[in-house]
């Protein structure tokens, strides 16, 4: 069974920072594509940032709204995937998901929720 299981979202300080975790199974998570979305109240779902499943790490890409405050990585070992985030302003409260693509899937999670107070 497929699963991809989000957490670490919870209240914080603008200002501060977060890391959030993927932790994945059923599925070869080393040839995955991974991403974090995150879509707030009436708001479209939007893409975070995303990693390859190419080799020691594979190359990453951001969003310009976050782009020099996160940081997108993954754990093969553990088939976890990570977004560190620094540096938190109200903007960014949202519902954050982990999703795995490949040519052949499209798997997400169920978020963790992230709030940011001013």
């Known amino acids: 069974q497929v699963q991809l299981v989000e957490s670490g979202g919870r209240l914080v300080q603008s200002g501060e920072s977060l890391r959030l975790s993927c932790a994945a199974s059923?599925?070869?998570?080393?040839?995955?594509?991974m991403r974090w979305y995150r879509q707030a109240p009436g708001k479209e779902r939007e893409l975070v940032a995303g990693i390859s499943s190419g080799g020691g790490g594979g190359s990453t890409n951001y969003a310009d709204s976050v782009k020099g405050r996160f940081t997108i990585s993954r754990d093969n070992a553990k088939s976890t995937v990570y977004l560190h985030m620094n540096s938190l302003k109200p903007e960014d409260t949202a519902v954050y998901y982990c999703n795995a693509m490949s040519f052949f899937y499209d798997y997400w999670g169920q978020g963790t929720q992230v709030t940011v107070s001013s």
């Open positions: 059923g599925f070869t998570f080393s040839r995955s594509t």
